[in-house]
């Protein structure tokens, strides 16, 4: 089996993972599925959130991953697993997070050559978050789909986290990963509470706009 090492490999997330005992098997093999290659198939998982990435990066098949996974004797590994695929997609999400808000740089070309970069947005990106994390007020049903009042109330939030996030660069050095993270949820929040509060106050003014 051929390795993709092209990629570069993603920072540890920031959690527990459990204690488990591996899987037994009937042959003890160097390249085999050891108790430490399974082990460091869990914290690869949970970097990753990728089952294939995972077995990759220990030098192993997904087959083979699900076949231990599916062992009588895997119950502990199972628990394990799905441990590590929550950290793992929790830690995609934050960095989708990060993406949507803050946008990415993408290169300007003329006639062939790179001459600057722009910053693109993903709102479609954003609004699949927002619809996760807040339901209640995002959900893509025709029922709640976004008003005019809704899409202008975004721009304008966007336009605000932006201006924090460029406040945030002065000082990034200082600031920890997970301060990161918390703050994009306590926004998310402060959104929940707005939107809630307009939703509400809404149904007020067109009563009073209609006597």
């Known amino acids: 089996m051929t390795i993709d090492k092209s990629r570069p490999s993603l ?14 098997r009937h042959y003890k093999r160097h390249d085999g599925w050891t108790p430490e290659r399974q082990r460091r198939f869990i914290e690869a998982l949970a970097d990753s959130g990728s089952v ?4 990759h990066a220990v030098n192993m ?11 009588k004797h895997g119950e502990e590994f199972r628990k394990a697993w799905e441990a590590a695929l929550a950290l793992g997609v929790q830690r995609l999400e934050d960095a989708a997070m990060e993406r949507a808000i803050h946008g ?70 200082e600031r920890s990963e997970a301060e990161l993270i918390d703050s994009i ?11 809630t509060h307009d939703a509400r106050a809404l149904p007020q003014a067109s009563r009073s706009d209609h006597p």
């Open 61 to 71: 098949t997904p087959e083979g991953a699900y076949l231990l996974r599916r062992h």
């Open 185 to 195: 949820n306590r926004k998310l929040d402060a959104v929940r509470e707005r939107m």
């Open 11 to 24: 920072p540890a997330v920031r959690g527990t993972l459990p204690e488990f005992t591996p899987v037994p």
């Open 52 to 55: 294939k990435r995972a077995a």
């Open 104 to 173: 990415v740089e993408v290169p300007v070309y003329h006639f062939g050559q790179i001459v600057g970069t722009r910053r693109v947005y993903n709102d479609r990106l954003l609004m699949f978050l927002l619809r996760n994390r807040a339901p209640e007020r995002f959900a893509a049903d025709g029922a709640k789909a976004l008003s005019a009042v809704d899409h202008a109330m975004l721009a304008r939030l966007k336009r605000e986290w932006r201006a924090e996030w460029e406040a945030e660069q002065a000082d990034k050095d």
